[in-house]
Each structure stands twice: as structure tokens, then as C-alpha cells.
């Protein structure tokens, strides 16, 4: 199955309903929309000679022509590489290359960073600006029938840090996402034709992936005019649009719970708010739901299992009543209705209800491996089981808690953030001659990325500016430590690995 066969069956059953919108005003039609993607996928075939199974990369801010490419790439029988258009040039150029990317779709904003990797990467051929003329000759190219694809072909790589600094390429396949996009219907909301997405959130990530069981059902894509989360703007779009849905991290739904514009709006327009990727405090949770009602929905997923593990409902965060929704509503739900989820100990023994072990899940709807990373697709899938990494355990009711990532993730503003690169890039600076980092708790990002520094001189006058200043010359400016810590040595087991434990607790201490 190809996916893009959603725009096509819609172009055909709703030709005249609003398929993507920008603010108030429609883009596209379905009939248009289903027009231009069959164009695109004609020219990115005979303009650039692509063949199926082909990489191209997407470098874009939200857009509609961001949807129209990824919806084009996938007629073709592409594979799209959707990048976090937030990362520094070295990560995309990392991730253009690993893919083997033979072209690469940006907009305005990207063109210094990425012009030059058609000269540097090998696989690169072309870059195309949208909008921009040679856009446009792809938009006016002869359409072509929808590729055929395999339900295990790759659709989708989608590049998430790993544990060594350098991104991994979860490939996700068209079973892959179609089994998301159903377990979406199952255990999320049903949706409508009138109903609508609102990508406030990045394309390239989660909004990106539930944005696609809302074409799969007619509902119209709306993209904020501001290009972001503005509370006033939001309000607007309610009172606009009918069924409105959208993915958040829990930053952003704290943000639009305090803001006057939510505050004082008619919110009947809203749907539903699907909140992920980072701790929810329960008092912000409390404040959300008196805000919005109860329209909170919370996922657990990873790139890996894409935004599909455990779910809390809105049902579950309705129900204040019940004797044990405090413990509830701070975790992460029950499984979700398309995988099997276990709690399991070193061995891979499956723990019982209470006993804290690694979560492990399988189904339909984990990727096949990482792409062109045998070895890491075997540490991460064994004998069917992805593991994630995480830590947690149930509860005799089936609800999923987290307790703690083995691997040292930091989320803050629901962006994941490895301590590994952050560390590499400030090893550059000639001052310093070790360096940790962790995350500590933040009321605002729900983590803050902090810096253990141990300079070569101690005595030497090595600034924050210094360090921040080679922390934005190579990684992505989210990425940086929003404090410091000059320490004189960090605190090392007997095999020398750092305690990054110890270094967590010393913030807490100071709290």
C-alpha cells in the first residue's frame, strides 16, 4: 500500500473540501491538492530521475508545500527524510548524507545552509526552493499514476538522536504508519471530514505523524499563519475551524493554559489536545483541564514505534472521580491497541504489575531498524521486541509509568536533547578537558539542559560566552546548556564512567 492514496481517494470523494489551509484562508482543495501531488511526483520522476526507493530530504518550517512534497515523494514511490528544521547545518548535513539523499526540498530560510551540500554530499544532485521557480516547474509537470509500493517499504526515515550523538534513521514503513494512523481511530478520536489538524508543532516530528490519520480521513491541515504557538492567533483558528485537533508538547499546552487570549475565547471548536513527549506536572495538567475541559489526550511513543506505545484518553482524564486519578494522570497510560507492551528485567523476563524493569514493545507499528545501522537495529530489536530504553512499570490496572531513561534523554520543550553531543561539541573548546551533562528539572521546558565543565587551567579565563558561542557553532541552538557548573573534577565509578547520577542530585541540593 501507498499512503499517498489518501490524497487521491479524497481528491475524488470531496473534491471541493478545504485539504490545506494557512490561518483562515484555503491553500488547496482536495481536488487541487490531489492534482498537485500527482504533478510533483511526475517531475521529481522525469525532471530529476528518481527512481523508487530514492531519498529526498525536507528542510522546511511548516508550509503547505511541505504536505504537498510528502505526499508527492510517497506517489513516486519515495522515501521521504523529513528534517527538524531547528538543527544546526552540520546535523543536516549529517542526515542528508547518511540517508543518501538525491535531493533535498527547503524553503527560503535554509538555502544558505543547504545550497552547498549539493558540492559536498555525493548522493545530493539537486536542491529545490518551494515556493520558488523550480517549484513551480514541478507543480506544472505531467502528473503520474501512483507508484505501487510493498507495505514494507520504507516511506519515511525519521532521524532521532541516539546515545552517541549522532542521529539514527528510524525507518518506518507504509504498514508502519498506516497501523499508527489506525491505532489514532482506536484509541485516540475517531475524525470526521469535518474536522481539522492544526500543525502548530513541527511537521518533521509528531505533528507531522498524526497529521497523517487526519488526511486519511478528509479532515483539512491547518498551519498557523504565525508559524507557531500564539495564543491569540490559536483562539481565532477555533472559532474558524470545526473539530480542531493538535499535537503539543507539554510546554506548549502550559503556555496556551496562562494565556489572556485562551483564557477569555470560546473554545467549542476545539477537539482535542494531544500532549506528548516530555513529564506533564500534575498541577499544570489540573490547570489545563479547567482551561480546556476535558479535551487531553497523552501518547507515549518513541520515533522508533512512531507516537504509538501507551495512551491516557480523554475519558481517563475526565474521570476525577475515580479513587486513583492523581496516580492516573501521571502516567502514561495503557497500552495501545496495535502493539504489546512489556515491563522486562535484563534478561528479558517480563516483570509482574509493581516491578520496575525496561519497557519493550512489539506490533506492526515498529520500524524495521535503522537505516544503514545493522548493529544498532540489533541492539535495539531482539527476538521481536524493540527495546526503548525507558524504565517504568504497571500497575495492577494496566496503566504504564515511567520512571526513569536509560539513556540519559533530555526533553526540554518536548525537543529530545542527548548529552553526548551537547559534551562533544563543548570538547572542542581548546579550555576544556572534560565535561557532563544532564538535565534538571524546569517548571517552563520541563528539563533544562546543565553543563559540568572541569577546564585544562582552572585558573584560566574561559567564559559562558565562550562556551556558548562553540555550542552554536555546532549544534542546534535549543541544544545548549542553559547554565554551567565549573567543577573540578567529575565524580567517576571504579571503571571511570561518570555518575551523571551524583551530578543530578548535586542540582537537586541546590534547589
Known sequence: MNLAVWIERNGHRWPDRP??????????????????????AGGLRSRHGLEPGDRVAIVMRNRPEYIEALF????????????????????????????????????????????????????????????????DVLVHSDPITLVDRAPTDAAWLFYTSGTTGRPKGATLSHRNLLMMSLSYFADIDPIDPDDAVLLAAPISHGAGLYGLPHVARGAVSVIPASGGVDGEEIASLLSRWSGVSFFAAPTMVKRLTNDPAILGSDLTGLKTIIYGGAPMYLADLTDALDVFGPKLAQIYGQGETPMTITALSKTDHADRDHPRWNERVQSVGATRTDVEVRVVDDDGNALPAGEVGEIVVRGDVVMSGYWEQPEATADAIRD?????????????????????????????????????EVEEALLRHDAVTAVAVVGRPDPDWGEAVIAFVVLTDPDSATSVEELDEVCLTHIARYKRPKAYRFVESLPTNNYGKVLKRELREQLVHEA
Not at 527538524?84 to 535531493?103: F, P, V, Y
Not at 512499570?393 to 496503566?399: E, K, M, N, P, R
Open 19 to 40: 485539504a490545506i489551509a494557512v490561518g483562515d484562508d484555503v491553500h488547496a482543495d482536495w481536488a487541487t491538492c490531489a492534482a498537485t501531488v500527482a504533478a510533483v
Open 72 to 135: 508527492a515523494i510517497w506517489s513516486a514511490g519515495l522515501v521521504a527524510v523529513p528534517v527538524n528544521a531547528r538543527l544546526h547545518r552540520d546535523e543536516i548535513a549529517h542526515i542528508a548524507q547518511h540517508s543518501g539523499a538525491r535531493l533535498m526540498i527547503v524553503d527560503d530560510e535554509h538555502v544558505t545552509d543547504t545550497a552547498p551540500l549539493v558540492d559536498d554530499i555525493d548522493s545530493l544532485d539537486a536542491l529545490v526552493v518551494a515556493p520558488g521557480a523550480e517549484w
Open 384 to 420: 521481536g521486541w524493540l527495546h526503548t530504553g525507558d524504565v517504568g512499570s504497571f500497575d495492577a490496572d494496566g496503566y504504564l509509568t515511567l520512571r526513569d531513561r536509560s539513556k540519559d534523554l533530555i526533553i526540554s520543550g518536548g525537543m529530545n536533547i542527548y548529552p553526548r
